[in-house]
């Protein structure tokens, strides 16, 4: 993305950090910029963008560098979810402050990703894809059911009146003023999800150019001949799971303070096929394209809402077809037409 | 005992409608290597149409003996589904052939939500009722019931699956697509036409999906729009455990995880005290899935190494 | 096996692009009448429109635009002006995560208050947003005991919560002369709590449960947990979901050769459940909160309004959803005003005579109501027997 701005900015008498600043301006605006444009359901559109991204990004390093198809993600974002609405709410009468919670979720989810790697070694290809899946839905299935013998998820019923992030006794969900702007829990939550993600990018730009990262690749490339090489592959490939799990257990967690409320329907398994097709369609491997991918994505069906209606009053002077059958017809035929057009993805790896 | 065997026939009935179901996803699979998401959908679309093909049969001016109708839907049913993979796989697969490999699973994704949304808008949101065609009858045997629907389907599916093995056994066809499996290239200069392989192996897929919607819709009476997902879904679980690409291997995983879900919720509740019951089924299930996985990677009956991650 | 050419690619595009105009084309034209020099007043309605229990989010829709097109009949006139209605009706996916956005979308919109959402895993998360805003939230379907007990005063729901149904349905079973009790449990929310409250309700009538049996709500094959609840001997099945899955399994029932009384809650009083189940679904029972809807004054005629105009029978939550309208309405005419400030006072303290009852609050928002009818099918009908407290 910096790069974009600084063939405009870049120029020999403008140094890079005026392309940061600009960056950065940009972001802490945006919520603001939105909301007067759009409303402040596009701060919330905003908001869920970028807990999928997390999400993605996660993913990103399993299937996009680890090459390892994964389709049961969404059990680690549930894991996540769960370890934060247990943490944090009445349900056992534990109130963690949220830089507690973070660090258990992050090790939590990561365990949870060993534990799906370990049995999978050995699978490669679509046997890995349909044992992840599996997995996906046992943890959903377990999450659904553990109301009975003991109570620890409520089951189906979900878990009410989760703590938001607290600080200094503030908490975020709350409209707030400062400086005569006014503050409402989408945009604080912007902010919060903002770091988040710029520190996941960060951690996986790192990632990607060190020894792991190239780990990674030569297994992706060639599991026999990286062994070959020298690599372990057992232990790069369980820490690939782990640290995909990793980032999908906080972006869970965030999902669950920012929601207040968790229940087994948020993990289904169309939620890890929508993920990965954020990763794949913006370009798998590339953390800018997996982005892109996921605002698309995330975003798309949202102005479809807005347009599908309308658009058949406008053209055809009346609603012939069900705005809301028609939006996700769009949407499969956007998710078509997309790959067809770049089969290695909107923004793929040069 | 009683029980027991009451277990395995519904067992074997749930498992041979998913093996009719897996053999479409193995099939495709074994050619092309694509988990054809879609197809659970084409499933769907065979049964809707059969319906409305059974009303439109039945309400018109010709006075028709309920055999013929059935006939001329399953046909009109298998026509349809037929046509729609032909174009299903020239629009989202065909442009997709040498692209990476996971290009072609999101066009297939994005091919099931427009299906199923159209579906949707052609046949409405309701669930429908399998009319009264035929007396469903119960027969009990030694202490277990079966009906009619019931030994159909299980024989039904046998003999698909016996006729299957012998085209692509013992005839021309047949070699092409093995050969076509084996290297596309390879048989592109042995002068089988590759292309035409592919969209037969697609039309023989849905004309499998299409009899599968009607018996599916015949058994438990009932058709609705989202019929299609679960069951692609647990189809392809069954592909995989025999073995996705091959014939044999969707027949055994089919029947196979039909007798696990329903020895699984049988049987989890006394085995385990009490602690879990019924509601695991699924995961019993795809715990022997796991298992059986990590002694065999490549599924019960498979035999190639499924090397295009 | 050429790489795919670029020409080919395009015109892979342009078949897309013709399909989807051709698509587009299949309308005709034609035109709306817009009523001018009218306040516009928006109210909300959401619930899954597509995935699928579409159907049932439909037909939520259809109830709340019924009332809607009624009240704009009625030509109301609001602090001195002359308004008409307008329902934003929005599409949540049956997700807990869209159910934000799309409240915040309506908030946006300046809805003075929504009748939705259907499922409580939707309804939960979306009454904060509704909160914030101070807007009144009134939940056609939502049973889960949580959604009132966050101290909300803008959350009410119209339909009773699972307790008080379960416990006159464990009663029946009991009055039924049930001795043994297969129970099955779909394990969405409403599943659960009606299944724990039937439960206890039979136990304490003296009945014994024999199986507790699960499902789930995608499933159309119950072979295997029938058959072994007929292994533990049981004289009655309880069944605690929705109507697309008790009209199979009755069929199911009746070729496993199972002679069982069957017994399931409002999920199941349907026309769907008729149609499902067939032959087989004769003298099965079910129950309603409320009275029958043909003994209700305007009952007969909503049931008869409602197939009229959408061409379909009414699926389950409809005039729940007509009812919420209706008492919002009201609500808004007793306060003479559009502001939340002045009509949640009227909503909260509202003694509507609705088509499914009776329709006034208690100090949490859940609806007052105490009694329960039962039916049972009878030559293809629902035939009704009691109402119960």
């Known amino acids: 993305m910096s790069k974009l701005f600084l063939m405009f900015f870049g120029g020999r008498k403008n140094p890079v950090w005026v392309g940061y600043v600009f960056i950065t301006v940009a972001l802490i605006i945006l919520p603001f910029l939105v909301e007067a444009s759009m409303g402040r359901t596009w701060v919330r559109i905003l908001d869920f963008a970028l807990i999928y991204a997390m999400l993605a990004l996660g993913l990103n390093i399993v299937v996009g560098f680890a090459g ?54 050995r699978l490669r290809g679509d046997y890995l894809a349909i044992v992840t899946l599996g997995f996906g839905e046992i943890v959903r299935i377990f999450l659904n059911n553990l109301d009975h013998p003991i109570n620890i998820t409520n089951g189906p019923v979900g878990i009410n009146l989760i703590d938001p992030i607290q600080i200094a006794g503030v908490s975020l969900t709350k409209s707030h003023e400062i400086l005569g702007l006014e503050f409402s829990g989408a945009h604080s939550y912007y902010y919060v999800l903002l770091f988040l993600l710029l520190a996941t990018v960060f951690v996986c730009i790192r990632l990607e150019n060190s020894r792991l990262g190239r780990a990674w690749v030569a297994i992706r490339e060639d599991e026999t001949a990286a062994q070959a090489m020298g690599i372990n592959t057992r232990n790069v490939k369980l820490l690939a799971f782990a640290m995909g799990a990793s980032f999908g257990g906080i972006a869970g967690g965030m999902f669950a303070s920012f929601q207040g409320f968790v229940s087994p329907e948020s993990f289904i398994l169309l939620e890890s096929i929508m993920v990965l097709c954020m990763v794949v369609l913006g370009g798998m491997g590339n953390i800018w394209g997996v982005i892109l991918g996921t605002f698309l994505l995330a975003i798309l069906p949202e102005v479809l809402r807005d347009v599908s209606g309308p658009i058949q009053e406008n053209v055809l002077g009346r609603v012939w077809l069900d705005p809301e059958s028609l939006r996700m017809v769009l949407f499969g035929l956007a998710l078509i037409l997309v790959m067809l057009l770049r089969p290695s993805g909107l923004w793929p790896k040069r | 005992m009683d029980i027991f065997l009451q277990q395995v026939i519904n067992g074997l009935v749930l498992g041979s409608v998913y093996a009719l179901v897996a053999l479409g996803y193995t099939m495709v699979y074994g050619i092309l290597g694509l988990i054809n998401f879609a197809h659970g959908e084409v499933v769907m679309v065979g049964a809707m149409v059969f319906l409305t093909a059974v009303s439109v049969l039945g309400g018109g001016p010709l006075v028709l003996s309920n055999s013929t109708i059935i006939v001329f839907a399953v046909l009109t049913a298998i026509f349809v589904c037929s046509i729609l993979a032909f174009f299903i796989e020239r629009i989202a697969y065909r442009p997709l052939r040498n692209a990476p490999r996971l290009a072609p699973l999101i066009t297939a994704i994005g091919m099931s939500i427009l299906l199923q949304n159209i579906a949707m808008m052609i046949w409405g949101r309701q669930y429908r009722t399998f009319p009264e065609l035929f007396q469903i009858e119960s027969y009990t045997f030694a202490g277990a019931n079966v009906t009619n629907v019931q030994l159909f389907i299980v024989g039904i599916s046998i003999a698909i699956m016996a006729s299957l093995l ?85 027949m055994v995983g089919g029947i196979l995880l039909g007798l696990i879900e329903s020895i699984g919720a049988g049987y989890i509740g006394d085995l385990t005290g009490g602690f879990m019951g019924s509601h695991y089924q699924d995961v019993f299930a795809f715990l022997v899935l796991i298992i059986v996985l990590v002694f065999r990677p490549t599924g019960i009956m498979g035999e190639r190494v499924a090397d295009r991650s | 096996m050429a790489a795919t050419g670029k020409l080919e690619r395009f015109r892979n595009l342009f078949c897309g692009v013709v399909f989807l105009i051709s698509f587009l084309g299949l309308s005709g034209c034609g035109s709306d009448e817009q009523n001018a020099g009218q306040k516009v007043i928006k109210i909300g309605q959401v619930s899954p429109l597509t995935g699928n229990i579409a159907h049932l989010g439909k037909d939520n829709e259809n109830g709340a635009r019924l009332a809607i097109e009624e009240a704009n009949a009625r030509s109301l006139s609001i602090g001195g002006e002359k308004v008409r209605f307008e329902l934003i009706s929005e599409d949540d996916e ?73 416990r006159v349905l464990g009663a029946f079973a009991i009055k039924l002369g049930a001795k043994k009790i297969g129970v099955i449990d779909d394990r969405t929310d409403y599943g659960k709590g009606l299944a724990e409250e039937f439960e206890k309700s039979a136990v304490a009538s003296g009945g014994e449960i024999v199986a507790h049996e699960f499902t789930d709500n995608t499933k159309t094959d119950f072979t295997a947990i029938l058959t072994r609840i007929k292994s533990k001997e049981a004289d009655l099945i309880f069944f605690s979901g929705m109507d697309a899955q008790a009209g199979p399994m009755m069929k199911q029932i009746k070729n496993l050769g199972l002679n069982v009384l069957f017994l399931t809650g409002d999920g199941g009083q349907t026309q769907q459940f008729l149609t499902l189940g067939g032959a087989e679904a004769e003298g099965a029972y079910a129950s309603s909160p409320g009275e029958p809807l043909d003994k209700m004054s305007g009952g007969k005629d909503f049931t008869k309004k409602y197939t009229e105009t959408f061409n379909q029978s009414i699926q389950i939550y409809a005039p729940y959803a007509y009812d919420a309208m209706n008492a919002l309405i009201s609500a808004i005419v007793a306060a ?48 009704y027997i009691e109402t119960l407290e």
Request: net charge positive; glycine share 12%.
């Open chain 3, 336 to 383: 003479d005003s559009v502001d939340p400030k002045d009509y949640l006072p009227k909503l909260a303290a509202i003694e509507h005579a609705g088509v499914t009852g009776p329709v006034s609050f208690d100090q949490k928002g859940d609806i007052k109501r105490g009694t329960i009818s039962l039916y049972r099918v009878s030559e293809g009908r629902w035939a």
């Open chain 1, 68 to 121: 390892l198809l994964d389709l049961g993600y969404i059990a680690f974002y549930a894991v996540g979810a769960y370890t934060w609405a247990l943490l944090a709410s009445p349900q056992f009468g534990l109130h963690l402050p949220f830089w507690a919670i973070i660090p258990i979720g992050f090790v939590v989810a990561g365990i949870f990703g060993v534990l799906l790697g370990a049995p999978t070694l």
């Open chain 3, 94 to 166: 049956a997700k807990p995560l869209k159910s934000t956005i799309v409240a915040q979308k309506l908030v946006d919109a300046g809805v003075i208050g929504v009748i939705g959402h259907l499922n409580s895993g939707t309804t939960i998360p979306a009454s904060k947003i509704y909160n914030d805003a101070g807007i009144a939230q009134i939940s056609p379907s939502a049973t889960n005991v949580n959604y009132t007990n966050q101290g909300f005063d803008t959350a009410f729901r119209v339909i009773a919560n699972d307790a008080q149904q379960g």
């Open chain 2, 166 to 250: 012998a085209v692509i056994h013992l005839t021309k066809v047949g070699r092409a697509m093995r050969a076509t499996a084996e290297s596309p290239q390879i048989a592109s200069l042995m002068g089988v036409n590759v292309n035409t392989v592919i969209s037969l192996t697609f039309i023989i897929g849905a004309g499998l999906a299409a009899i599968a919607g009607v018996l599916v819709s015949a058994n438990y009476s009932i058709a609705h729009y989202s019929m299609g997902f679960i069951l692609g879904l647990k189809a392809f679980t069954a592909a995989v455990l025999g073995g996705i690409g091959n014939l044999t291997g969707a």
